[in-house]
Nanobody
Framework: QVQLVESGGGLVQAGGSLRLSCAAS????????MGWFRQAPGKEREFVAT????????KYADSVKGRFTISRDNAKNTVYLQMNSLKPEDTAVYYC?????????????????WGQGTQVTVSS
């Protein structure tokens, strides 16, 4: 069992930056690929970024590539999402998730555990 708690969301102006954190419970954090997803009102939850168990490889949605960076610290059981050059269309609830699959899972159905989400609002 893994429990995930996100933090770091908030209100920011377009062009600004935010850093999201996701703290995981348990001693097996390094056994999971980690991902970030987001869900805007009236829309389906969508993939944002994922990182392998070791942190050696990452994958991003085209909409955030070059602006967002996912990273992890296995010693701290934490995964991060650095978001730069934010746009109003990035407004959503952001969720972190843990997957027992190898590689870089990018579909919601490939993840086993989810956090409760943190709101990110980007004003124009």
């Amino acid at each position: 069992q893994v429990q995930l708690v996100e933090s770091g969301g908030g209100l920011v102006q377009a062009g600004g930056s935010l850093r999201l954190s996701c703290a995981a419970s348990g001693r097996t954090f390094s056994s999971y690929a980690m991902g970030w997803f987001r869900q805007a009102p009236g829309k389906e939850r969508e993939f944002v970024a994922t990182i392998t168990r070791s942190g050696g490889n990452t994958k991003y949605a085209d909409s955030v590539k070059g602006r967002f960076t996912i990273s992890r610290d296995n010693a701290k059981n934490t995964v991060y999402l650095q978001m730069n050059s934010l746009k109003p269309e990035d407004t959503a609830v952001y969720y972190c998730a843990a997957s027992s699959r190898l590689g870089l899972p990018s579909r919601t159905g490939q993840y086993d555990y989810w956090g409760q989400g943190t709101q990110v609002t980007v004003s124009s």
